[in-house]
Nanobody, 119 residues
Framework: QVQLVESGGGLVQPGGSLRLSCVAS????????MAWYRQAPGKQREVVAR???????NYADSVKGRFTISRDNAKNTIYLQMNSLKPEDTAVYYC?????????????WGQGTQVTVSS
């Protein structure tokens, strides 16, 4: 059973930065594309950033130019560097391996990490 553990969230002012980390209990990152998702209150979970096994990345339009996803397969860890944060980025952030280009995911969800952007 693969476990995903997200960390690094917190309360930050608009314009601030945070770096999220996601560690997997198994060696999954070298076998799958990975993604960061987020779910805001009352909204569906959405993909904000993806990284392929080869390191190619793509981003939701809402975060493009502000967020950067990266991976370290040797450490079974992916990261999300979030800059120029906005109040609308407030959400619980999760990582997982996406199923194709959908927002569905292969593994069970972790607990997520809360990001709150507020002055």
């Amino acid at each position: 059973q693969v476990q995903l553990v997200e960390s690094g969230g917190g309360l930050v002012q608009p314009g601030g930065s945070l770096r999220l980390s996601c560690v997997a209990s198994g060696n999954i990152f070298s076998h799958h594309a990975m993604a960061w998702y987020r779910q805001a209150p009352g909204k569906q979970r959405e993909v904000v950033a993806r990284v392929t096994t080869g390191g190619s990345t793509n981003y939701a339009d809402s975060v493009k130019g502000r967020f950067t996803i990266s991976r370290d397969n040797a450490k079974n860890t992916i990261y999300l560097q979030m800059n120029s944060l906005k109040p609308e980025d407030t959400a619980v952030y999760y990582c997982n391996a996406p199923i194709g280009s959908t927002s569905l995911a292969i593994y069970s969800w972790g607990q997520g990490t809360q990001v709150t952007v507020s002055s």
